[in-house]
């Protein structure tokens, strides 16, 4: 083995390492979620296995970013709710901007591939790909030379 194969092994144990107790993004996937519903940051997590009820804790006061050609959101830095297979529902801390004003996130479901964000009246349902990365406090999915993603984002229309 040389030593680059070497560094890069060492590399990858020392980050699998902290890695070992479930984090806040594993239990999003337990649930059939992508992880990139959650920023990066969240430094911890509670969650009641009996009844789903969860909270999720960033280490930002508070986290705001833009996904390019579409929304704002922001983040308090304790997101709270319930969470099932393929539904989070009661959710408190997570909040969108349409046209000028904001809304909260109340539910997020999953159907197929699609993902349906509801602020109660109004709900957008966006491809499940557009959620396989992590966005960042600030930058969103944009940051340094990253070229973000490419995915199709709709827009919020009333619920039927
Ligand atoms: C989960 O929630 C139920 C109902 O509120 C409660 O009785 C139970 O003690 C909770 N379990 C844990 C581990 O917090
Ligand atoms: C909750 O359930 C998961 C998976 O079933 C298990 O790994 C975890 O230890 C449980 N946590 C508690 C607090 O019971």
Same mark, same amino acid.
């Given at each position: 083995m040389?030593?680059?194969?070497?560094?890069? *092994?060492?590399? *990858?144990?020392?980050?699998?390492?902290?890695?070992?107790?479930?984090?806040?993004?594993?239990v999003? $996937? $337990?649930? #059939?979620?992508?992880?990139?519903?959650?920023?990066?940051?969240?430094?911890?997590?509670?969650? !009641?296995?009996?009844?789903?009820?969860?909270?999720?804790?960033?280490?930002?006061?508070?986290?705001?970013?833009?996904?390019?050609?579409?929304? #704002?959101?922001?983040?308090?830095?304790?997101?709270?709710?319930?969470?099932?297979?393929?539904?989070?529902?009661?959710?408190?801390?997570?909040?969108?901007?349409? *046209?000028?004003?904001?809304?909260?996130?109340?539910?997020? +479901?999953? +159907?197929?591939?699609? *993902?349906?964000?509801?602020?109660?009246?109004?709900?957008?349902?966006?491809?499940?790909? !557009?959620?396989?990365e992590?966005?960042q406090?600030?930058c969103g999915?944009?940051?340094?030379?990253? $070229?973000? +993603? !490419?995915?199709?984002? !709709? +827009?919020?229309v009333?619920?039927?």
């Amino acid at each position: 083995m040389d030593w680059t194969a070497f560094i890069a *092994l060492s590399l *990858l144990f020392i980050c699998a390492a902290g890695y070992d107790t479930p984090s806040a993004y594993d239990v999003l $996937q $337990q649930f #059939d979620f992508p992880i990139g519903l959650l920023p990066k940051g969240a430094t911890g997590y509670e969650l !009641n296995n009996s009844t789903g009820d969860f909270k999720a804790y960033l280490g930002e006061k508070v986290c705001s970013f833009s996904l390019e050609g579409s929304y #704002d959101l922001k983040y308090k830095s304790t997101i709270k709710g319930k969470i099932s297979k393929d539904k989070l529902t009661k959710l408190s801390g997570v909040s969108v901007k349409v *046209l000028l004003f904001w809304f909260d996130i109340v539910e997020v +479901r999953r +159907r197929g591939d699609e *993902l349906e964000f509801s602020v109660g009246i109004l709900s957008a349902s966006f491809g499940v790909e !557009n959620f396989l990365e992590c966005p960042q406090c600030g930058c969103g999915l944009i940051c340094g030379n990253d $070229q973000g +993603r !490419n995915g199709k984002l !709709n +827009r919020f229309v009333a619920s039927s």
